[in-house]
């Protein structure tokens, strides 16, 4: 009897700790995002003025680009148990954008984070080039490598919600999925799949 409850407290013991790992995984890639695009926004202070229209969109773009990134992340996690998750709005996007991501998932079944993370660098290159971005390269590749580290986190959490039918940790996959990934629906629905 006391043999059973104690594989039972220390599997319990082993999936709480994965779990809690998992949760810092997901906080560590949420931080490290935020911290890329709240760069972006800052670096693009210098050109508000003679280049309004062109910083409000790039300001616009990043973050909703950010937002269905996150969105897209949390879904991944979470699989079909997420519940729904709310994206900002597709007001800073243009169609071209997303009929090109409902295409990559649907047509050419590519991953949607590594295809947003794709355009985020590509747009922050781009807004580089044409002034926006008020920031010397070297500076700049702390974004770029900031934006890499929030990917590994995902990619290390999603090792742990993968063991969902494992046979050391039962369960933990699907309770962190659960948890950490509640509504990630939500960035499906964004794009009209």
Request: glycine share 12%.
């Amino acid at each position: 009897m006391w043999r059973s409850e104690g594989k039972w407290a220390a599997r319990s013991r082993a999936a709480m700790e994965r779990f809690w790992e998992g949760t810092g995984l997901l906080h560590q890639m949420r931080g490290e995002w935020f911290d890329a695009v709240s760069c972006c926004v800052t670096f693009s202070r210098g050109s508000r003025g003679p280049r309004y229209e062109d910083t409000m969109r790039f300001r616009h773009c990043i973050v909703r680009l950010m937002s269905l990134c996150h969105g897209s992340a949390l879904e991944e996690i979470g699989g079909e148990e997420a519940d729904f998750c709310e994206t900002i709005d597709r007001m800073g996007l243009d169609s071209g954008t997303l009929g090109h991501l409902k295409d990559c998932q649907q047509v050419y079944k590519f991953n949607r984070v590594e295809v947003l993370l794709h355009m985020i660098q590509s747009l922050i290159t781009q807004n580089l080039e044409n002034g926006v971005l008020k920031v010397q390269p070297p500076i700049l590749s702390r974004v770029y490598q900031t934006l890499s580290r929030g990917f590994v986190n995902l990619l290390n959490a999603k090792k742990i919600a993968d063991t969902r039918r494992g046979p050391v940790v039962p369960g933990v996959g699907s309770r962190l999925g659960t948890e950490l990934g509640a509504g990630a629906n939500g960035a499906s629905d964004f794009l009209g799949s």
